[in-house]
Protein backbone atom coordinates (compact mmCIF):
# COMPACT_ATOMS: atom_id res chain seq x y z
CA UNK A 1 0.00 0.00 0.00
CA UNK A 2 1.47 3.15 -0.74
CA UNK A 3 -0.51 5.23 1.27
CA UNK A 4 1.77 3.99 3.89
CA UNK A 5 5.04 4.66 2.77
CA UNK A 6 6.60 7.29 3.81
CA UNK A 7 9.20 9.00 1.73
CA UNK A 8 12.39 11.11 3.19
CA UNK A 9 12.01 14.18 3.12
CA UNK A 10 15.20 15.73 1.04
CA UNK A 11 17.94 17.95 2.62
CA UNK A 12 17.54 21.76 2.34
CA UNK A 13 20.22 23.31 2.57
CA UNK A 14 19.30 27.04 3.90
CA UNK A 15 22.07 30.09 2.81
CA UNK A 16 22.52 32.93 5.09
CA UNK A 17 25.27 35.72 4.54
CA UNK A 18 26.10 37.83 7.55
CA UNK A 19 27.83 41.66 7.54
CA UNK A 20 26.77 43.46 10.55
CA UNK A 21 23.46 42.06 11.46
CA UNK A 22 23.51 41.87 15.08
CA UNK A 23 20.19 43.10 15.58
CA UNK A 24 18.16 41.03 13.55
CA UNK A 25 20.08 38.42 13.11
CA UNK A 26 17.66 36.22 15.97
CA UNK A 27 14.70 36.74 14.51
CA UNK A 28 16.19 35.59 11.05
CA UNK A 29 17.88 32.42 12.69
CA UNK A 30 15.17 31.80 14.91
CA UNK A 31 12.75 31.58 12.23
CA UNK A 32 14.72 28.40 10.35
CA UNK A 33 14.98 26.76 13.69
CA UNK A 34 10.72 26.69 14.21
CA UNK A 35 10.27 25.51 10.70
CA UNK A 36 7.67 22.92 10.51
CA UNK A 37 9.79 21.26 7.84
CA UNK A 38 13.02 19.90 9.70
CA UNK A 39 15.37 18.30 7.67
CA UNK A 40 17.50 21.29 6.97
CA UNK A 41 21.12 22.53 7.39
CA UNK A 42 22.22 26.52 8.31
CA UNK A 43 25.19 27.24 6.12
CA UNK A 44 25.56 30.70 7.87
CA UNK A 45 28.95 32.54 6.00
CA UNK A 46 29.76 35.59 8.07
CA UNK A 47 31.56 38.48 5.96
CA UNK A 48 33.89 39.78 8.04
CA UNK A 49 31.66 41.46 10.20
CA UNK A 50 32.91 43.60 13.00
CA UNK A 51 29.54 43.87 15.45
CA UNK A 52 28.75 40.44 17.65
CA UNK A 53 27.18 38.94 14.72
CA UNK A 54 29.36 36.04 14.85
CA UNK A 55 28.96 35.94 18.69
CA UNK A 56 24.98 35.56 18.49
CA UNK A 57 25.05 32.39 16.23
CA UNK A 58 27.80 31.01 18.00
CA UNK A 59 25.40 30.35 20.90
CA UNK A 60 23.08 28.88 19.07
CA UNK A 61 22.93 25.53 19.85
CA UNK A 62 21.73 23.21 17.14
CA UNK A 63 23.90 20.67 15.26
CA UNK A 64 22.29 21.36 11.82
CA UNK A 65 24.18 25.10 11.92
CA UNK A 66 27.17 25.48 9.95
CA UNK A 67 29.12 28.31 10.60
CA UNK A 68 31.58 29.80 8.24
CA UNK A 69 33.64 33.03 9.12
CA UNK A 70 35.83 34.86 6.38
CA UNK A 71 38.39 36.86 7.31
CA UNK A 72 37.21 40.38 6.13
CA UNK A 73 34.40 41.90 4.07
CA UNK A 74 34.59 40.05 0.19
CA UNK A 75 30.72 40.99 -0.23
CA UNK A 76 28.12 38.99 -0.46
CA UNK A 77 29.15 37.03 -3.59
CA UNK A 78 32.08 35.70 -2.35
CA UNK A 79 29.79 34.88 0.84
CA UNK A 80 26.95 33.36 -1.37
CA UNK A 81 29.38 31.04 -3.13
CA UNK A 82 31.35 29.86 0.43
CA UNK A 83 27.68 28.83 1.14
CA UNK A 84 27.20 26.97 -2.29
CA UNK A 85 30.59 25.21 -1.87
CA UNK A 86 29.97 24.22 1.64
CA UNK A 87 26.07 23.42 0.88
CA UNK A 88 25.03 19.39 0.83
CA UNK A 89 21.48 19.60 0.48
CA UNK A 90 18.73 18.12 -2.28
CA UNK A 91 17.54 22.03 -2.28
CA UNK A 92 19.15 25.21 -1.48
CA UNK A 93 17.18 28.13 -0.65
CA UNK A 94 18.43 31.43 0.52
CA UNK A 95 17.60 33.70 3.33
CA UNK A 96 19.13 37.22 4.25
CA UNK A 97 20.25 38.08 7.70
CA UNK A 98 17.49 40.90 7.86
CA UNK A 99 14.54 38.57 7.28
CA UNK A 100 12.84 36.26 8.83
CA UNK A 101 10.37 33.16 7.37
CA UNK A 102 6.83 32.15 8.00
CA UNK A 103 7.02 28.67 9.50
CA UNK A 104 5.61 27.13 6.71
CA UNK A 105 7.80 28.20 4.11
CA UNK A 106 9.69 25.22 3.37
CA UNK A 107 7.58 22.67 3.42
CA UNK A 108 5.39 24.80 0.92
CA UNK A 109 8.00 25.05 -1.31
CA UNK A 110 9.10 21.11 -1.06
CA UNK A 111 5.46 20.24 -1.47
CA UNK A 112 5.37 22.64 -4.50
CA UNK A 113 8.46 21.08 -5.97
Known sequence: MIDNIKIAEPLVSIIMTCFNSYNTLKDAISSIINQSYQNWELIFVD?????????????????????????KNYGRGASYQKGLNEASGKFIMFLDSDDWWYSNKIVKQIDYL
Open 47 to 71: DGSTDQSLKIVNQILDNRIKIFSLD
